[in-house]
Each structure stands twice: as structure tokens, then as C-alpha cells.
């Protein structure tokens, strides 16, 4: 999940009334919106329309996507216009249908989108459909949005589960962040071609992989303090399942899919584990929510560490938020070693964290009012976030043979 909006789902979290809260015999001074209140949050599900996923899926575009309309702008990176565009023209075959691919500038800017924003009402174009990365998907669901159209995604790489969510994050024409803008809906469909996936670097996948594994515990820590969703609803039981049966999946298929992706191959185990990344991650945390691990990330993101990968710095927020947790030591040698397992770092020396003074900006900008963090039960505190951290690369130095100053 996108850092940046867990971190803003927790800012606009709203209080509630608990029922046991008052009294039997106040209840008929209330309002309706009082009475409303007193029941608690409504539970809702939210996620894409349809998901497609599998070898060759591209292929199937116009088939799976065609009831959209018939005039499609393709809103693409430079390595997803190359990895996709030749497959989606043979989807189409003789059909007429317009086609526009346009590569995008690289980041979700303003005036990216006011580019794409004015080819779609230039052009009368039906569907925006994004082919590439994290900047790309952004650019086209604000196009999507701001025009009314539908909305595709087509990842080509799994490394976040932002291709399933209703949000993008804007920046200005400088590139320096502007906003976050979350959408009444997700998207009307993702499609996945387990190829694309397979032949781009087995890092991405790992990446997604490291994601995905805080979905589960952040989901759980927000259950159990009774937080809102990522979308500020009450937290259903089939959000909760999917963040659990993510976790499962990633355990079960993790490893065989790092070696699939190694050789570029297409099995059950990398379908499996591309489907716990874009889909049970994405969906799963839009309906749970985000804790320690993202605001971990959100941390280490002030520290202006190049190299710091997303779905890496979660996976290692996820050891430290267990820490916090007071997790048994069984639960966090299972964390720990699915983290070796398949490549996720387990010390801060391999997101780039080398002294205490990073620790310490680490925790204080992970701690700050409205971070997720603070889903966690208790109110977490800087110096307990330091500590925690500490703790975590001890026992990941300790895993690795390597000696804990």
C-alpha cells in the first residue's frame, strides 16, 4: 500500500460513540446523526470492478475490456509501451477501435495530467488505460477522474499493490509533492499478463513481496484497536480474510516464485504470488489499514535515502512493528525468516540506515500526529519506536551471523 495515503487515512480517521458509552436513558435526546454515530462505523468492501490475471492476459484486452467503449487512451511508461503495446494492438485484431499511446513525462504532475486530460477531450476517448509503473497508474486514474471516463490499469511490474486502489499521489511541475487525491471508487479493472511480470527484474517481485507482508499485521493491529479501513469505514471479515490469505499465500509460494522469476518463467507459484501483490495486498489494505510498517517507511522516506525501496523498508517496518507488539519469538523468527527466505532485508544496513542519528530522525517523522503508526494499541512514542528498531537489526544481525554493536 502507498505510504503516503496510509498516512493520511490515519489524519482523517474519525472518532465514534460507542453505544456502551451512553446510557440507556440519554438516548432519546439524540439526533438521528447521534443515534447514527452511537451504532459505530459503517462496514464497507471496496475494490476494482474486475480483475484479470494470467499468461498472455494481454492478449484478451479488447475481449475483457471492450464493453468499456471503443476509443482508448493507453497512458504508458517507456518500458510498458515496450513490454505491452505490440500484444494489446493483436488483442484488437480487425476491429476499428481508436487507439492513442502516449509516454507519459515520468512523474503524476500537474501538468502531465492537464496533457492527457486535454488528448481526452480532443480525441472523444471512452477509457484511460494505464501500462506501467506506480507514476503512470497515478496519471491515469487523475485523467480518468477529472474527465469522468473509465479507468484500466495494466501493471508491468508487481512491486506495490497500487494498482488496486482508489488513490493517487500528485506533484507539482517541480516534482515536489502536492497532494494526495482519493477517489469514490477503485478502478473498473486491472489486468495482469503474468509475462510482462515474469521478465522484468526479480526485484520488483520482491519488492511487492515485502508490501504484501505488512498487509496482514497492520490489518490485525487495526483490528484489534478497532481503527477505521484505509477508507475509513468500519473493517469487514472479508477485508480481513484477504489480508490473512495474503500472508498465507506469500509463505506458501514465496520462494518457488523468486526462482520463477529468475528464469523468466510463468508457474502456478509466481501466479500465486503476483496475485497476493497487485490484488490480496491492494484490496486487502484498502479494506483494513496500515500501522507501524508504512509509517516505518514514511520515516525512513525524510531521511532522502535513494536506494530506500518501498515495499523493502515495509518489510523490515514489519519485523520492527513486532517488536512493538511484544510478538512471541516464534511469530517473528516466522517473519524473519520468510524475509531471508526470499530476499527482504532484515537489518537497516540494507535500506541504507547506517547511524543512530537516522534512527532517531526515523522515529521521530514515523511518530508524528496522524501517522498510522498510531493504530498500534497504546500511544507510540519516538523513543519507543528507536528502541524497537534497534531490537529488529539486532536480531537480523544475529540471523545473519553478523555481530550487533
Known sequence: MCAHACHVAGAQQNDYIAMSEISRRDVSGITE???SIMMGRLRAMRE???????????LKFQEEMGYMGT???????????????????????????????EIFGGVSS???????????????IDTVVAVGGGSAVDTAKATAFYTGKHIVIIPTVAATDAPCTGLSVIYNDDHSFDKYLFYPTNPDAVLVDTVVIANAPVKFLIAGMGDALGTFFEGRASIRTE???LEGTGITRAGQALAKLCYDTLRAYGKQAVEACKVHAVTPALEAIVEANVYLSGVG???????????????????????ADHGCCVAFGTLVQLVLEGAT????DEVQNFCLEVGL?????EIGVTTKEQIASIAEHACVPGETIHNLAGDVQPIELYDAVLQADAMGKRALGQTSC
Open 110 to 124: 500537474h501538468s502531465e495530467i492537464d496533457k492527457m486530460k486535454a488528448i481526452v477531450e480532443e480525441d472523444k
Open 345 to 349: 532485508p532484515v537489518t537497516l544496513a
Open 329 to 332: 519469538q516464534e511469530e517473528f
Open 227 to 229: 481503527s477505521a479501513s
Open 33 to 35: 446523526k447521534g443515534k
Open 285 to 307: 489494505a484498502d479494506n483494513v489499514n496500515c500501522a507501524a510498517a508504512h509509517s516505518f517507511y514514511n520515516g525512513v522516506t525524510a531521511l532522502g535515502i535513494a536506494h
Open 48 to 58: 476494482p470492478l474486475k480483475y484479470v490475471q494470467g499468461r498472455n492476459a494481454l
Open 71 to 101: 476509443r482508448w487512451l493507453f497512458v504508458c511508461s517507456k518500458s510498458g509501451y515496450k513490454a505491452c503495446h505490440d500484444k494489446l494492438e493483436e488483442s484488437f485484431g480487425q476491429r476499428e477501435d481508436y487507439r492513442r499511446y
